[in-house]
């Protein structure tokens, strides 16, 4: 199609978003339409695959610099990410990552418009998502990404966190960004809570132009072709040398010390705060009162002792050291507190001041550590999910949740190996935030330990189904079930151990687990500290990742 430069971006179709940014007549699509890569998990749910799995990724040239357009399509399964989707993404990231190593400049667009994870694939999108928050991260250390929010769909979910890690983000003012959507936080936490309907309030909590005021997106776009070319060639070229959002740590929990939780946030508040320079932060401290049982807790104790230095200021946020084997290594745990600044952050919940914190502590071990040896750290995961409010998405929690993955990600890249062990529940946001960007991950063999999405009453309301049908659909599909058994299926769960006391484990089960951890150790000292290995693994080459395995030998194929 004749496209004009003040013909609106968010009206075209992804393919034509990326034809329309890069410069005339230089865009080659890679894995186009004809390539015939598609999802192999809908059909079996009754869906209709498409044939670029609703992702299209375009190579050319921006104003004469080599550049890589990804562009998320809104209109197929609502931008949601599946396996084939996520590894076009992953892979595009990587072989763009791979071309600065090598001394050739490649610059990256991510168009956003998807609602995060594409439940139908529930745990495929974890697994990619987490892949491509590590070629973020990992890219930017050459060349700034740059994400754009058109509107239509906007961006949710696993996806908000993507845009998170961005180096700079532009929005329109129809662009929307935040983790939980809002019939999603309906559904969790009450129409009290948010409501949904109530279409000028979430614009008003998560539009783009409460967005770029809040600082929490970095420029506001007429929706125009031409508006969108300039404000990304001026990203790309300015000589800014602030840090990403996920690494402002001091910057933005004053959001979260400075609020009076009681009270719903407002924008001109956050505005100011944001906008400040002060840096200081208050303590919040004070014993954990669990309101839950937190397996999380037992386990971290069962390593670090009951001792341990690890509740200075947020109670529920555990760090500690202990020893595998002879060697000293770092443990850290999110649990309940009863007593959490944030209401809906009291039952082990991913929250606002939990993400923060995280990450300050992950960048403490990699600063203790920078002229010697390199700890192991060890993410014990007990994690219901994040925390679903309005002053969680008004405050950021995808910011939030990006700064812990940022933290990993940089701790792996900077020589500590991290180890997931999931004794609990490693849910949705969470598990993306604190353990999907582990080397190696261990799971017990029990029935209390789940890795999903979302709730299956969520999951219906949003896929328009019946809980029933929700259920049904994990028989026939890995990747929607809830148990540990098939997420194992998909090839990226490296330890499966029964242990005699899941829930209240005792030096038998520690020394057991041990084991287990410096086995993984040594396996991650041979073959390196990237996260390709869970797609390379044999469960994983053998059938749980034989799509994103052919995506990527596709695509380096293509790629020029």
Known sequence: MKLTNKQSLTDLNARDRVHALLDENTCEELLGPFDGIESPHLPAQGIVPQSDDGVVIGKGLLEGKRTVIIATEGQFQGGGIGEVAGAKIAGALELALRDNQNGLSTQVVLVLDTGGVRLQEANYGLLTIAEIHAAIIALREYVPVIGIIPGKIGVFGGMAISAG?????????????????????????????????????????????QRVKTNLADALSEDDIDSFKAKINALFTSDSAEEPRSRQIYRYRQIVNQHDPSKRIQPEIFREITHSNNSSVQKNSGPVNQSAESRGEKWFEVFTGK?????????????????????????????????????????????????????????????????SLKRPIVAVVDTPSQAYGYNEEMAGIHLSCAAAVDAYATARMEGHPIITLIVGKAISGAFLSHGMQGNRIIALDDDHVQVQVMSKESAARVTLRTVEEVERASETVPATGYDIHSFKKLGALDELVHTESPGTPDVKDKELIEQHILSQLADVQEKGLDINHRWKTAQAVKEGRIASINVREKMEEQWI
């Open 165 to 209: 890690l961005c180096s700079k983000l532009i929005m329109t003012k129809e662009g929307r960004m935040c983790l939980n959507g809002p019939e999603v936080i309906e559904q969790e936490a009450g129409i009290t809570e948010l409501d949904s309907s109530d279409r000028r309030l979430v614009w008003r909590v998560i539009g783009g132009e």
């Open 307 to 371: 001792n341990a230095a690890h509740m200075e200021e947020i109670p529920s946020v555990l760090y500690g050291s202990g020893k595998v084997g002879e060697q000293e290594a770092c443990f850290l745990a999110v649990v309940p507190n009863a007593e959490a600044k944030y209401r809906r952050a009291t039952d082990g919940e991913f929250g606002l001041e939990e993400g923060w914190k995280l990450a300050e502590y992950i960048n403490s071990i990699v600063e203790e550590d920078k002229n």
